[in-house]
């Protein structure tokens, strides 16, 4: 299992957002983007779903561009962007089932995960009953990252996803983030600050290198 961007030219409009760049990210491995805002962080995110093309360059997965079935690419991912996508008038669990249902509609006979276990998973257990309108920023991040131990795809592309976060929520997150790569799962990950991941690869848009350092 890999995916690969070679040589992605990304533009919007008439400006290059960045050009000339390559990533791998090979089964277990984790990727790390910086670079400072504008710099395409998210642009690249998106052009690794699939739901941007590059202006020049292709991604490949497993040796195929995802050019040539993005369906099947598109439902074999997890993309948590910026914005929690929280329904404030569902309650806590509704909001996690709703995604459930949507994330695990093409997953064949795989057993389907527990809603209960992925909030408790998140610390949002005693929280199942509550109007997501109420939350707090940091639940409502937790309660989108519970997307992620809900159902199970190998791929995760994770925009800012220590946002909002505190300490404890952080450490949550990279107990998810070394599971799911225990298992043979790929991230890339957009952030601005700390993100304690010690062997991730980390990619500076703005930059032409890539290094093992933060």
Request: charged residues 20%; proline residues 4%; contains cysteine.
């Amino acid at each position: 299992m890999s995916l690969i961007g070679l040589n992605l030219t990304c533009a919007r409009g008439d400006t290059i957002v960045f050009t000339g760049f390559d990533f791998d990210i090979a089964r277990g491995g984790i990727v790390v983007a910086r670079g400072a805002n504008g710099s395409g962080k998210t642009s690249l995110l998106r052009l690794a779903a699939g739901y941007l093309a590059p202006s020049v360059g292709e991604i490949r997965r497993d040796g195929t561009s995802i050019a040539d079935d993005p369906e099947r690419h598109r439902t074999s991912l997890h993309y948590v962007g910026h914005l929690d996508a929280v329904k404030p008038a569902l309650s806590v669990a509704e909001n996690l089932a709703f995604w459930s249902d949507v994330l695990t509609a093409n997953a064949g006979t795989s057993p389907r995960p527990s809603v209960g276990q992925a909030l408790d998973r998140m610390g949002l257990a005693g929280l199942a009953d509550m109007p997501a309108r109420y939350l707090s920023a940091g639940q409502r991040r937790r309660l989108a990252l519970a997307r992620l131990v809900a159902s199970s795809r190998p791929l995760w592309l994770l925009d800012e996803p220590t946002a909002s976060l505190d300490a404890a929520g952080m450490e949550t997150l990279i107990d998810l983030v070394a599971h799911h790569r225990s298992s043979g799962g790929m991230v890339l990950a957009a952030v601005h600050g700390p993100f304690a991941i010690d062997d991730a690869v980390t990619i500076r848009l703005g930059e032409s290198r890539a290094d093992g350092t933060s």
